[in-house]
């Protein structure tokens, strides 16, 4: 099967750092930039670098971008530019176009005109940082939607010993233990009977409100 390839545009700090990891995942990435500087840096790294401009659809076409399954728009600070250059994009066929939203309004704006996944590194990074802020035990926390998200939860001292049934979470917080990660076990159908070990971490979906519930009075 032959090797996906990704176009990143914008070599900023996102757009870099997810070149960088899928070209250490074995991907050909191709990295654009309009700024040659940010290029020369880039180059080392990934398969292909080039300098354009990504609100010139002639450039882009020239470059081939239709050839690639995925493209990732990673520039933030230039809402028109990240608009612009989903528009041309998108009018070209890529199959999946992910973009990186600046803000509410610009990320609804990339919905409207067809972006596949608009993604909102600080604001998710954020929520992230704050749950693991007021319970330590919170060691990922990810938003499926505007009224459910997941943890991840280690074991606090409240719960290790204990199973399960006594903990009760679906009955008390409306939350469920989908799995239990015990060093790199994963086991995606626990026994309610269990007793929990002191580094098992519980993957739980829920409600946000009843997660930061289950977060206050387990931590
Ligand atoms: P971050 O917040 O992730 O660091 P930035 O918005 O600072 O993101 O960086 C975005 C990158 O996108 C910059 O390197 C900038 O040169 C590049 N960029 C902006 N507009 C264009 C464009 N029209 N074509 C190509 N690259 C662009």
């Known amino acids: 099967m032959a090797k996906r390839q990704y176009a990143i545009i914008g070599m900023g700090r996102f757009g870099s750092s997810v070149a960088?990891?899928?070209?250490?995942?074995?991907?050909?990435v191709l990295a654009i930039d309009s700024n040659e500087q940010r290029i020369q840096e880039i180059s080392n790294i990934v398969t292909h670098a080039v300098s354009a401009n990504s609100t010139d659809e002639e450039a882009m076409r020239a470059l081939g971008i239709r050839n690639f399954e995925v493209v990732v728009v990673a520039i933030g600070q230039d809402i028109q530019s990240s608009i612009l250059t989903t528009l041309i994009l998108k009018d070209l066929g890529i199959p999946t176009l992910i973009v990186k939203a600046q803000n509410e309004l610009h990320g609804k704006v990339l919905n409207k005109i067809g972006a596949d996944k608009v993604i909102f590194p600080e604001r998710d990074m954020g929520l992230r940082v704050a749950h693991h802020l007021t319970s330590p035990n919170i060691l990922d926390y990810i938003e499926l939607s505007d009224d459910y998200s997941i943890v991840e939860m280690k074991t606090s001292d409240k719960m290790i010993g204990k199973n399960l049934k006594d903990l009760d979470v679906r009955a008390r917080y409306g939350c469920n233990v989908m799995a239990?990660?015990?060093?790199?076990?994963?086991?995606?159908?626990?026994?309610?009977?269990?007793?929990?070990?002191?580094d098992d971490v519980l993957i739980i979906l829920g409600q946000k409100d009843d997660l930061v519930k289950l977060e206050l009075e387990f931590s």
């Open 20 to 28: 960088t990891a899928l070209t250490d995942m074995g991907f050909d």
């Open 180 to 198: 239990i990660k015990t060093g790199t076990k994963m086991n995606i159908s626990p026994n309610a009977n269990d007793p929990l070990d002191k």
